[in-house]
């Protein structure tokens, strides 16, 4: 799991995409690593979910390949055979855990309370989602819950936006935050491609200042 956590921590901004048509994930993907970032969550939030990881694992080779919003082992399987390189999910289930541990992929659960930290540490997770991160808190919500657990590192995702990441990435042991303002769904279904890789810049440039 470490390389994944050094991985994520060094590219700071996790772009969270729900693609409606699969075939636009290679576009879209060239967008983002031809502009600086090389990663992508593909949530599961739609039926084209597989279909676009396989195809960016095609189209991208060398990126780093989430899949998100995962509830279940099926899910978990099917990420991993369509070449996800991780799984985020939105909350923590054990079932899901176990699934990702019996099949050797990374899984980054969802936690927003002390409850929830143990249970992942119960199960030797250290690098969790903080989710959703301004409806729980916020930065003052992180630093709270990072004071008791010195073992953990957070990906805050959930209302995250070029406004107020540098204030999560402030806090020690937040490795990056998820976000999708790069990504909107709307630049999607327009195919503003030009469009999406400048804001994928600007995310870059904002963030690794």
């Not at 967008?31 to 084209?48: H, K, Q, W």
């Not at 289930?93 to 992929?105: F, G, R």
Request: charged content about 20%.
């Amino acid at each position: 799991m470490s390389s994944i956590t050094e991985q994520l921590q060094a590219l700071k901004v996790i772009p969270v995409i729900a693609i409606e048509q699969a075939e636009d994930i290679i576009p879209l993907g060239a967008a983002l690593a031809n502009n600086g970032l090389p990663v992508a969550e593909i949530t599961f939030r739609s039926a084209a979910a597989v279909d676009a990881i396989r195809l960016l694992r095609q189209s991208q080779p060398e990126m780093l390949i989430g899949a998100g919003t995962v509830l279940n082992r099926e899910q978990v399987i099917a990420a991993k055979e369509a070449g996800a390189t991780f799984i985020v999910s939105p909350g923590f289930n054990p079932n899901t855990v176990k699934a990702c541990q019996e099949l050797d992929i990374p899984i980054i659960p969802g936690v927003n309370n002390p409850s929830t930290i143990e249970a992942a540490l119960e199960m030797g997770l250290t690098t969790l989602k903080f989710f959703p991160a301004e409806a729980s808190g916020g930065a003052a919500m992180i630093k709270a819950l990072l004071a008791p657990y010195t073992q953990i590192k957070l990906m805050p995702t959930g209302g995250i936006s070029m406004h107020n990441i540098n204030e999560y990435l402030a806090i020690p042991r937040v490795i990056a935050c998820g976000g999708s303002w790069m990504v909107d769904k709307g630049l999607i279904e327009k195919k503003d491609w030009q469009e999406i890789g400048r804001l994928t810049r600007a995310a870059v440039k904002l963030t690794q200042e």
